[in-house]
Every structure is written in structure tokens, then in C-alpha cells.
């Protein structure tokens, strides 16, 4: 082999790198209203995370439809579903627990953040203000715990 082909084999690998990269981000599904700007924020923050998003459109009644299925009580909901590794993601749960969840993989459902809490991803507010909340991870048996406190 000469120092040429070499070379070049090494050119070529630091070339296709980037796209090496690109494969390795974490992949998640998002259903949302296709109005909602907070869920739109949301997919923002999740991408500014080094997530691929791919995010699909859904009416009031598929997303509700979508979260009965994945086994997201009502009480647990918020205005947007995401699917990531075998896992539900309800709301405005930041892209640090989602990447925690995927780490641990516990026995699970998946992560949600009820309602729309001040501050959470997507729901920045221009002075600042932020509230007190709960990520909680929903159990396959329908109760939850909390898995972090923002």
C-alpha cells in the first residue's frame, strides 16, 4: 500500500465522518398539533439536543386516540406524544431525562410532564418566569414516580 492510498483512505474516513455522526443521534417521533407553537418549541429544544426529530401533524382526536394506546392516563397527558426507543414521552419532559431514560432503560412506559409548567422545554417565558414541576415516569401498571424534579 503506498502512502498515497493511505492518504486517501484517510481523507475519505475524516470526510464521511459528519455523516457518521449524523447516524448516531438519537431518533424520536413526535404527533402534535400542527398550531401549537409550545409544541413546536419543544421539537426545537429536543433537535438543539442532538435529537432527529421527525414530527407528524395529528388532530385533537388522534393524539388522545395515540395516548389511550400508549397507556397515558388522562390525568398524565399534555398537548403533545413522542416515541423514542420503545418508550412514550408525554409533554414537556426535557431532552436531559429523555436521554437519562434511554441510558437506565428501566421497566417502563415512558416519561411525561402533565399540563404545560412555566419554564419546561417549549414553554420558556420571555421574563423568565419558571414553576416548580415533576417529570414522572409512568410504570406499566399505570402508577408513577418521580424521575426528576426540575
Known amino acids: 500500500m503506498t502512502l498515497q492510498t493511505v492518504f ?3 481523507l475519505a474516513l475524516l470526510l464521511a465522518s459528519p455523516a457518521l455522526a449524523a447516524t448516531d443521534q438519537p431518533s424520536i417521533e413526535v404527533w402534535k398539533s400542527p398550531t401549537c407553537s409550545c409544541c413546536g418549541k419543544w421539537v426545537e429544544h429536543l433537535e438543539a439536543s442532538g435529537f432527529a426529530v421527525t414530527a407528524n401533524s395529528a388532530t385533537p382526536s388522534m393524539l388522545d386516540r395515540l395516548k389511550r394506546e400508549a397507556g397515558i392516563a388522562e390525568k398524565l397527558a399534555a ?3 413522542g416515541k423514542i426507543g420503545g418508550y412514550v414521552i408525554e409533554g414537556h419532559v426535557p431532552a436531559s431525562d429523555i436521554k437519562r431514560l434511554i441510558a437506565e432503560r428501566p421497566d417502563a412506559i415512558g416519561l411525561t410532564v402533565p399540563g404545560m409548567p412555566l419554564g419546561s422545554p417549549g414553554m420558556e417565558q420571555p421574563n423568565g418566569e419558571t414553576e416548580a ?16 424534579r426540575r
Request: glycine share 4%; with cysteine; net charge negative.
Open 8 to 10: 486517501a483512505f484517510c
Open 79 to 81: 398537548c403533545h406524544t
Open 133 to 148: 414541576y415533576d417529570v414522572l415516569l409512568v410504570k406499566k401498571d399505570g402508577t408513577v414516580e418521580v424521575f426528576a
